[in-house]
């Protein structure tokens, strides 16, 4: 059994915010922190399709920029060829 009353089962202790930190930082928590939806509806699959369909365009067209100049950029992974039939 715990000494302190407000420190019983299943009670966490109240976070303070110190009165002063005196130049200290504030601590960075890493990775996501994103919660995912319980329902994926139509619109975020035609939404999250357009942002891949996007995104390959422009990495296509900053790859050939590159090349253009005399750089080695080139793209790795490429995008199965169904991508031209449009969903509906």
């Known amino acids: 059994m715990t000494q302190k ?24 928590r890493k990775g996501k922190r994103v919660v995912k ?4 509806t139509k ?3 035609a939404d ?8 390959h365009c422009n ?3 900053a790859a ?3 090349n253009k100049d005399g750089g080695q ?3 790795v992974k490429l ?6 039939d449009v969903k509906e």
Do not use: C, W
């Open 37 to 40: 939806p319980s329902k994926i």
């Open 5 to 28: 009353g407000y420190l019983f089962k299943g009670q966490k202790k109240q976070k303070t915010i110190p009165p002063n930190r005196h130049g200290k930082l504030l601590h960075i």
């Open 73 to 75: 950029l080139s793209i």
């Open 48 to 55: 999250r399709e357009l942002t891949k369909f996007i995104n």
């Open 64 to 66: 050939t920029v590159a």
């Open 79 to 84: 995008l199965p060829e169904s991508s031209g």
């Open 59 to 61: 990495e296509i067209k």
């Open 43 to 45: 619109e975020m699959d």
